[in-house]
């Protein structure tokens, strides 16, 4: 097993004395009590007096409190209760979530008419049954209290949508826009085309905030379609990303990461693994998940894809760090030597780039093979010529009425300003947003359409493969479908629903194909198609010398990037979003400047990799993180930087997607508004980035090649998770290996585990002979649930974090108490570092998923007093929330910090609203509100303060899942019980099931896994009922901490190359 | 001996022919138990036994219809019949105002056989009934039962009292004697305490004010939130002795819920209705109606007071108003930290609705049978056995079913057993 050093934090690294101590309080705050001193309890700042009048009072409210009635409770049936609906019972109704273009096929569970959770549609072979963090946050938005909930014209309400259509049918005329994000519709594509051929000289745009403008062109160059085509990733053994964050953002993540993780899978009787390199500007999560990974300037990417095209025809390499063309060389030996089975993609947003990688892919034979033009991506397909151009006739006085459709470019157009001025020469503009957007507040009418939970639709997210939206909540405010004004205005007199289901019934036939599709979800052709389209390679050599000639970055250069959470900025207002932590830098509820350690050590005087005693010790100890000052031509942004390792030297990273409304720099009225627009969550968090982005005169680049970083000496709190839970060292909770290694002995984990506990019983017996309890405490007659987390199938993303959150009622706690450390999440994914942190390219990542490990010796549940915690027959840690008086002494004894503490009545279950304000964050109050409550789950307890709280394995959904097979009369299968983490999961990296039973798929993965299988801190015999299966990572070494090499020691005692460190 | 004998004949004799009419009777009971069950859950919406409801009373169907084939025939599926022209049913159908039958194609000959036997068992206890006033002699042997079992605790208290007071008097009596003596031998006495002043009294009368007083705060406080015996009052007086009583309207088919659900599901008003819309009176099958309080209650108003709910009017026979739901006052009330699943226990677990409701089925206005505490839930499940060899879902418990094989135990696995005392099976 390779000694490699694990760090989540920097002071882990060195562990300086502020760390240490702050390691050792895990709770911060000291308990209420004033100082007693020599002085007498009498002059104590609570003397016996005071305790004996709070005695007194609060023996009198109880007895008040006692005395009242209880309350009578109505309970009131339905008058006519539909048919199929049981009370109680939830029901599932197949839709599609759509953001922008993005479409996902989902399933929305319904309980008692409301959608209160969101899961993948299995039958969906695009998303096959995976979901991202958005998607299953996405039920809260259509709970936001910021919704608009009535039509307006010139700001006022307008009494009825006839009112209104009659004062827009007034005005409409002349040359129309119609401007929207992409929409695979294709019914709406339909109506929006019968609406404009009504206004001869009107016309639709497409506007993306994040485009792919540079790659539909790209496309459209050499391939002669302007279209994006499938990536099949399951089929690529080399996988080459140039700045593309597949896994995470770029595209359709959510399927990429199907096919990514399919193609490393491993088998343990025939170890086979795809290999993932990396070229990138900041530490991205997918960068973080590469087996090797090279760093560049953003200014440098067109460089990196000319070089890897040079290298693989055999020439010279130009213009790249040494270090990358070495990389490039790498890359290229492999790719050459897998040919037919490499994918190269870039994230750039760059036409000649994007040329070049299209020309790399041809070198490769990826045409055909893993690129696929059988089923192209319609899910990004806006040109950002035509939204210049739009701006320009707007400006011009050129468009006579302007409707915006899922569009917000007053916030993410790179250009917001002149967008701002230009839609003041637009005589009649109408907007359907949902909210009081940035752009909304600009228009004339607003005209409010549903949430997708609310609509009838369809989206096409690749050609031929349709998913279906269907209602599941019938409109909870005076809202109206954008199709249907679009149909009114065009006048056509149908409906939008019945338009939808002649339009559906006319393509699928019968009735009863048409309620297939409704209940289905999905329309797919029977048999997918593989195709390739022939190669045009005129343009590479303009692209090629455009490439050579750019110019030359700065000093410093700024790359932009979306986060998982808030992504592009529409979901900001949802607060579990913001709350989730970044899969890289640990930080919720902010943006910030990611900057590499080098410059840390350079400007802000901070050297994170000094042993000494020094005040840098504090940076991450404690929240203040140093402010920087970006600036680009006359754009200035005064950012908080955080110091991340893996990235390059030269370039700063800042999230678009943030500063809502203003930024967190703004006044108080402007702040106030803002929250009444954008939402109280959302409004004014963090700053807005997008002014960065450059027109190049054909696309939007994501980056800016000189800018100056300089601190500002202020400060500034980063709220985040990582550092709150310390192992105090014990870094055996996570194990990792090399591929070659792992071929070489795959059982070289458990041979280690069994010479671990061989003085206590072994591996067969560590379990009953390593404790002094007896062997009976061990005994499970029926169920013993088991749970096994696959480290080399989790990207990061965090969807399983949120789909905790929603499933379990989990709360919110804001900004201002997660920089107190009371964050809630019952699962949180680690981050760990390893290698140097001046070695940006010797820096390897792996994501650790922690929840409650369900131990069946728990350290927590000896030392609770009145016995609020305990274990059940199938193997539970049992958490009982009313029988827990708070000691919290659980969640110290834990050794894997997994007990969240309710310091504050966070649900607002037991408080008037009024008194929690200025206790509780205004996201948590948000929270509370009436609409928003509606997404609680009714069958998980809704805790109150003074409680702790944990992961429960999802228990409700077990023994729900126990009670279906019981009255069914048959066995527990695997899919009556799904936890909600396992479901969420788009690369199967989670699997539950009943670990009695030889067959369930925990069971299996176990036994096929026997060579990987890990618990974390074993050797303290806590039993855990989660076991992991190690990291397995496709490269010649692992780095530690000085970007050294590690000596390999396997049982042979044959040395790897490399030198050694320890 | 001789001349018992006769008699012993006659008494034997007598013996053998009640076991073996008893005999017969357990044979015919058994088919029209099994009726029972069918007749109450698909029966029992439209039809009576001894009266007219939303269909024909069934009293004497065999007789009406000597033709078992064509009984059958017409129990499955009506509109065959109907479409045959058989002239008794087209004559029913007419007289009915042509409202169709459910049809019943589910029902095999032996179902519908113990229907009928049902049936007649039922039409002949019902000519029994019209002779003599229902006893009552169960209720009052309860009755007696309770009052001795409350005698004793007054007996014990009394005699605990008197032997208390004794033990008093002889203390006292020992005092005064010792006193006597004391004088007597010249021993100087103390200056005599008043039993008020005297310490030793005063402590124990304030450790046993301390302990009866400690024992009903205690008692208080646990009885925070229970409401064992509540019964409030309704919008309207819907008497389940009527319904599930009289009429024998098997409970799920207006609680349906409590076999699929979480909640048992109070009917909506359309579910009141596919009766009522043809039942427009109370005619005094379950006797006159009382409230709690003892007020007389007119049913046939109470009736009325659904129709306003569900806008019908019942002169026309057609909905005239959009209906409202009805606000029940809800009786059972489950603190929110307790999970309670009724399709767990009615479905997987059998239990009757009895078992936590009590006699439903003679209670006029509902009230609260138990406390619902949990330390009467945990009982139940200590003592409540599983169906554990009927269903397949215990298989999965190869331990237990081992020791039933080979240690010959009875197969008494208690829900207990199989962890349902554990927190988390309510507490989540």
Not at chain 1, 196 to 215: E, F
Not at chain 1, 717 to 744: C, L, P, W
Not at chain 1, 907 to 932: I, P, R, W, Y
Request: charged fraction near 20%; aromatic fraction near 8%.
């Amino acid at each position: 097993m390779e000694q490699k050093k694990y760090w989540q934090s920097y002071e882990e690294l060195k562990n300086p004395k502020a760390f240490q101590k702050s390691a050792e309080d895990e709770f911060k705050e000291d308990l209420p009590f004033a100082d007693i001193d020599d002085k007498g309890l009498q002059d104590s700042k609570t003397p016996r007096r005071d305790f004996l009048k709070y005695l007194g009072f609060s023996t009198a409210a109880a007895m008040v409190a006692a005395s009242c009635e209880t309350p009578v409770r109505k309970a009131v049936p339905f008058v006519n209760r539909p048919e199929n609906i049981i009370p109680g019972i939830p029901d599932y109704y197949a839709t599609t979530y759509v953001s922008g273009g993005d479409a996902v096929s989902i399933v929305a569970k319904v309980r008692d008419g409301r959608p209160i959770k969101i899961e993948g549609n299995e039958l969906s072979s695009v998303n096959k049954g995976g979901t991202t963090a958005r998607v299953q946050a996405s039920v809260l938005d259509l709970y936001d209290t910021s919704r608009l909930r009535f039509p307006k014209a010139n700001n006022k309400e307008v009494s009825s949508f006839e009112a209104l259509d009659k004062m827009v049918g007034m005005e409409l005329g002349g040359t129309i826009a119609i401007l929207t994000g992409t929409i695979n519709s294709p019914t709406t594509r339909q109506i929006m085309a019968d609406f404009l051929a009504k206004y001869p000289g009107s016309r639709h745009v497409q506007y993306d905030p994040i485009s792919y403008s540079g790659q539909l062109l790209a496309n459209e160059a050499t391939y002669g379609s302007k279209a994006i085509p499938s990536y099949q990733f399951d089929k690529a053994k080399v996988v080459v990303s140039l700045g593309a964050d597949f896994l995470g953002e770029w595209l359709n993540a959510v399927e990429y990461q199907k096919g990514y993780s399919a193609g490393r899978k491993l088998n343990q009787a025939n170890p086979q693994m795809s290999k993932h390199y990396q070229f990138e500007s900041f530490l991205s999560m997918t960068g973080a998940n590469a087996d090797d990974r090279f760093t560049h300037r953003p200014s440098e990417a067109g460089a990196v894809a000319l070089g890897l095209l040079n290298a693989l025809t055999g020439q010279p390499v130009n213009g790249v760090p040494e270090k990358v063309k070495k990389g490039i060389a790498k890359v290229a030996a492999d790719l050459n030597a897998n040919k037919g089975a490499g994918l190269v993609i870039s994230g750039s947003n760059n036409v000649n780039i994007q040329i070049i990688v299209n020309a790399i892919n041809e070198a490769i034979g990826a045409n055909g093979t893993t690129i696929n033009w059988g089923a192209n991506l319609l899910t990004k397909q806006g040109i950002d010529s035509d939204m210049v151009t739009l701006v320009a006739d707007m400006q011009a006085g050129r468009i006579n009425s302007l409707l915006i459709y899922d569009a917000n470019p007053a916030y993410d157009y790179h250009n917001a300003d002149a967008f701002k001025q230009a839609i003041k020469r637009v005589k009649t503009t109408v907007s359907f947003s949902e909210k009081m957007d940035e752009t909304t507040a600009l228009c004339k009418y607003v005209i409010p359409s549903h949430h997708y939970l609310e609509s009838w639709g369809d989206a096409e997210p690749k050609v031929g493969y349709i998913s279906i939206m269907q209602p599941t909540i019938s409109p909870l405010f005076k809202t109206r479908q954008f199709q249907d004004s679009l149909l009114k205005w065009s006048g056509n007199p149908v409906t939008y629903d019945n338009y939808f289901r002649e339009y559906w019934m006319g393509k699928l036939g019968t009735a009863d194909l048409y309620n297939k599709a409704l209940q289905d979800g999905v329309i797919e052709p029977a048999t997918p198609v593989t195709a390739s389209v022939p190669f045009n390679g005129a343009g590479v050599a303009a692209a090629s010398a455009a490439i050579a000639a750019a110019k030359k970055g700065g000093k410093m250069e700024l790359v932009l990037y979306t986060k998982i959470g808030v992504g592009d900025g529409k979901q900001a207002n949802n607060p579990w979003l913001q709350e989730l932590p970044d899969p890289i830098t640990k930080a919720t509820w902010d943006n910030y400047a990611m900057v590499s350690p080098q410059y840390a050590k350079q400007f802000l005087d901070i050297d994170l990799t000094d042993d000494g005693e020094r005040d840098d010790n504090e940076y991450e100890a404690n929240p203040p993180k140093p402010v920087v000052r970006i600036k680009s031509g006359n754009k200035v942004l005064l950012l908080p930087a955080m110091i991340i390792p893996g990235m390059n030297p030269d370039t700063v990273a800042v999230a678009v997607g943030y500063g809502r409304g203003v930024n967190n720099d703004a006044s108080e009225p402007e702040l106030d508004q803002a929250k009444i627009n954008i939402g109280r969550a959302g409004a004014g968090v963090g700053k807005n980035a997008y002014p960065f982005a450059l027109y190049n005169g054909t696309t939007v680049e994501w980056f800016a090649s000189d800018v100056t970083v300089e601190p500002t000496g202020d400060k500034f709190d980063i709220a985040t998770t990582q550092t709150h839970s310390s192992y105090e060292g014990r870094h055996e909770v996570m194990k990792e290996m090399t591929f070659a290694n792992y071929k070489k002995n795959p059982k070289e984990i458990l041979e280690e585990r069994a010479k671990e506990l061989a003085p206590w019983g072994g591996l067969d017996n560590f379990a009953a002979a390593g404790t002094l309890y007896p062997a009976d405490m061990l005994e499970r007659p029926g169920i013993k649930w088991g749970m096994s987390i696959d480290l080399n199938s989790c990207h990061g993303c965090g969807a399983c974090v949120v789909a905790c959150q929603v499933e379990n009622n989990v709360a919110i706690v804001g900004k201002s108490e997660v920089l107190r450390y009371h964050d809630m999440a019952w699962l949180r994914i680690d981050r760990y570092f390893s290698g140097n942190p001046n070695d940006p390219e010797s820096i390897q990542t792996v994501f650790q998923p922690m929840l409650c490990q369900h131990c069946e010796n728990a350290p927590c549940e000896n030392v609770c007093p009145v016995a609020a915690t305990n274990h059940s027959s199938e193997g539970l840690n049992q958490m009982i929330y009313n029988r827990c008086i708070g000691t919290r002494y659980c969640a110290n004894n834990c050794p894997y910090k997994v007990r969240r503490f309710n310091w504050a009545d966070y649900q607002g279950a037991d408080s008037f609203a009024d008194n929690q304000k200025g206790h509780v964050s205004e996201a948590t109050l948000m929270m509370n509100d009436d609409l928003t409550r509606m997404v609680l789950n009714p069958d998980v307890t809704v805790r109150s303060r003074g409680v702790i709280e944990k992961c429960t394995f999802c228990v409700q959904r077990l023994q729900a899942g126990k009670l279906q097979a019981k009255k069914e009369n048959r066995v527990l299968t695997d899919r009556d019980a799904q936890t909600a983490c396992q479901q969420a999961c788009s690369s199967e990296a989670i699997v539950f099931g009943n670990a009695n039973d030889a067959q369930s798929i925990v069971s299996r993965t176990r036994t096929e896994n026997a060579g990987r299988i890990f618990y974390s801190l074993e050797q303290i015999h806590t039993l855990p009922n989660v076991s992991y299966l190690a990291k397995i990572r496709n490269t010649e070494v692992l780095n530690n901490e000085h970007g050294d090499h590690i000596r390999f020691e396997n049982t042979e005692g044959s040395a790897s190359p490399g030198s050694t460190n320890h | 001996m001789i001349q018992f004998r006769p008699i012993a004949r006659v008494f034997l004799s007598f013996f053998l022919l009640l076991t073996v009419l008893s005999i017969n009777k357990v044979s015919f009971a058994q088919d029209a138990a099994a009726g029972k069950v069918i007749f109450q859950g698909q029966c029992v919406q439209c039809h009576q036994v001894n009266r007219n409801a939303t269909g024909p009373a069934l009293a004497g169907i065999e007789e009406r219809v000597p033709d078992k084939k064509l009984l059958y025939d017409w129990i499955r599926n009506n509109q065959k019949v109907l479409a045959s022209g058989n002239p008794y049913f087209t004559n029913l159908y007419n007289e009915w105002n042509k409202t169709p039958m459910n049809v019943f194609s589910g029902l095999s000959d032996t179902d519908i056989d113990n229907i009928l036997a049902y049936i007649k068992a039922e039409a002949s206890k019902g000519d029994a009934a019209k002779g003599g006033a229902a006893g009552g002699g169960d209720g009052s042997k309860e009755q007696a039962d309770k009052a001795q079992s409350s005698d004793n605790t007054l007996l014990f208290g009394i005699l605990t009292l008197i032997l208390a007071i004794i033990a008093l008097i002889l203390l006292q009596v020992n005092a005064n004697l010792r006193k006597l003596s004391d004088d007597k031998e010249g021993v100087p006495a103390f200056e005599p305490v008043p039993f008020y002043r005297n310490k030793v009294y005063i402590s124990l009368l304030t450790i046993l004010l301390f302990v009866i007083g400690g024992y009903f705060t205690i008692q208080g406080a646990i009885g925070l939130g229970r409401n064992k015996d509540y019964q409030p009052e309704q919008p309207i007086y819907y008497s389940h002795k009527v319904h599930a009583g009289a009429n024998q309207i098997n409970c799920l088919y207006c609680h349906g819920g409590a076999e699929e659900s979480k909640h048992a599901n109070i009917p909506s008003v359309n579910t009141c209705m596919n009766c009522h819309m043809a039942i427009n009176e109370y005619t005094g099958s379950a006797g006159k109606l009382y409230t709690e309080s003892g007020q007389e209650v007119n049913g046939t108003a109470e009736i009325q007071k659904l129709y306003e709910y569900a806008g019908w009017d019942p002169a026309a026979k057609r909905y005239v108003n959009n209906g409202k739901p009805i606000e029940w006052v809800r009786i059972h009330n489950l603190p929110d930290h307790v999970y309670f699943n009724h399709s767990q226990h009615v479905k997987a677990g059998g239990v009757a609705c009895q078992t936590c409701h009590g006699a439903i089925q003679e209670m006029g206005e509902v009230y609260q049978f138990t406390d619902l505490s949990m330390g009467w839930c945990v009982n139940c499940h200590r003592e409540t056995k599983v169906k554990f060899t009927e269903n397949k879902f215990y298989s999965i418990y190869e331990k237990f079913h081992e020791d039933i094989k080979n240690k010959g135990k009875d197969s008494s696995i208690t829900v207990e057993a199989i962890g349902g005392t554990e927190c988390q099976k309510c507490h989540y």
